[in-house]
């Protein structure tokens, strides 16, 4: 691109930025707080088609009414609002466009005060982004992995090409959401820049360019199929090796510990006792489900050992998915001993009533 058709287009999206700023003090001076720049004029990767980028903050919903969307010149523009709820949720990093926030060029500004805000705003994502990786950062990337879980359903439970792509289209977006929480970074640039930047980050799964086109490159449903499934599995498996490496495990302690063995005998061990006597099926399929769920928040929690407790539930032998369940509860007996905790057991009302009452 010749410097004579930037300095045409610079001054295209200056009569625009000019027009926008002039309705804004007309008609909206107390509905309008700020409008900045972003996109790719902000970032200097522009062509001579790309359009103008525009983030204006309303106080109001009055200051909905300065949004336009027109053909100018060719080019497509979208003029449009954003509330002070939606810079909040950047500020906590807490949806996608941060750079948005941190990288916007201020044009105008209503009052000292809405810049102060929006500074402010600025300023708390730049320090969280400064923390580096932390368990608050895996927690997000885990929202964009949940949700590339259920695009990845939709593929699954589908037959039909034009849906399985879409989803599959979903499934690629949350990965790369959550690939970004789990560097603790944000994206700068726009989508032609994706695999770019993406490639600068410290922590991407083994092979993950050929995994991302692999995606791309799928034709048939079992292809697709394959692809995302291979894509989500090799995220998932980072996340947990960046858990592991950033987020210290809790430990077992004496005063952690405090009613989780009592709490697993009330919920869980006499109904599973129960349903695999009674030779109940669906009873003893679904106590077991509910006693991997309180063993799985047992070692989220406390740091106890994870145990697969639904590997050994068989319909044709019940009392596999028992034995297992009791010999689980030996091993938390066997946490309490090692912490000198003493389990809350008693035979007779009179030592109940006496140790309650203390």
């Known amino acids: 691109m010749t410097d004579t058709i930037k300095q045409k287009l610079f001054a295209k999206n200056q009569k625009l930025i000019d027009m926008v700023i002039e309705r804004a003090?007309?008609?909206?001076?107390h509905d309008i707080a700020l409008i900045g720049l972003t996109g790719s004029f902000a970032t200097n990767d522009f062509h001579e088609k790309s359009d103008l980028d525009l983030i204006i903050v309303n106080n109001t919903d009055r200051g909905w009414q300065i949004g336009a969307g027109f053909i100018f010149d060719g080019v497509g523009y979208d003029i449009y609002c954003t509330p002070w709820s939606n810079?909040?949720?950047?500020?906590?990093?807490?949806?996608?466009?941060?750079?948005?926030?941190t990288d916007l060029q201020i044009l105008y500004y209503a009052s000292e005060e809405h810049l102060r805000r929006f500074n402010a705003m600025r300023q708390k994502a730049?320090?969280?982004?400064?923390?580096?990786?932390?368990?608050?950062?895996?927690?997000?990337?885990?929202k964009h992995i949940a949700l590339a879980k259920q695009d990845y359903a939709d593929i699954m439970l589908s037959q039909d090409i034009g849906a399985?792509?879409?989803a599959s289209s979903g499934v690629l977006y949350n990965i790369i959401n959550s690939l970004v929480a789990l560097n603790n970074t944000c994206i700068k640039r726009g989508v032609k820049r994706y695999l770019e930047e993406l490639a600068a980050y410290k922590y991407l799964p083994e092979n993950f360019e050929k995994l991302y086109t692999s995606l791309i490159n799928a034709k048939t449903t079992d292809e697709i199929k394959e692809a995302s499934g291979l894509l989500l599995s090799a995220v998932i498996s980072l996340r947990d090796k960046v858990q592991n490496k950033y987020v210290q495990k809790p430990t077992p302690t004496y005063d952690n510990l405090k009613g989780w063995y009592e709490e697993c005998w009330c919920n869980n061990r006499n109904k599973i006792i129960a349903a695999v006597d009674a030779n109940d099926k669906l009873r003893t399929f679904l106590v077991a489900a509910s006693s991997q769920n309180y063993f799985d928040e047992m070692t989220e929690r406390l740091g106890t050992k994870k145990y697969d407790l639904m590997q050994h539930f068989d319909p044709d032998n019940l009392g596999k998915v028992r034995d297992a369940f009791l010999s689980v509860m030996d091993e938390y007996l066997l946490e309490y001993k090692k912490v000198g905790r003493n389990v809350e057991m008693y035979d007779n009302f009179e030592e109940l009533y006496k140790n309650y009452m203390q």
């Open 164 to 166: 399985i792509r879409y």
């Open 126 to 142: 730049l320090d969280k982004l400064a923390q580096g990786i932390t368990a608050e950062s895996i927690s997000r990337a885990d």
């Open 25 to 29: 003090k007309r008609d909206f001076p």
């Open 87 to 101: 810079l909040e949720k950047k500020a906590e990093l807490d949806c996608v466009g941060v750079s948005s926030l």
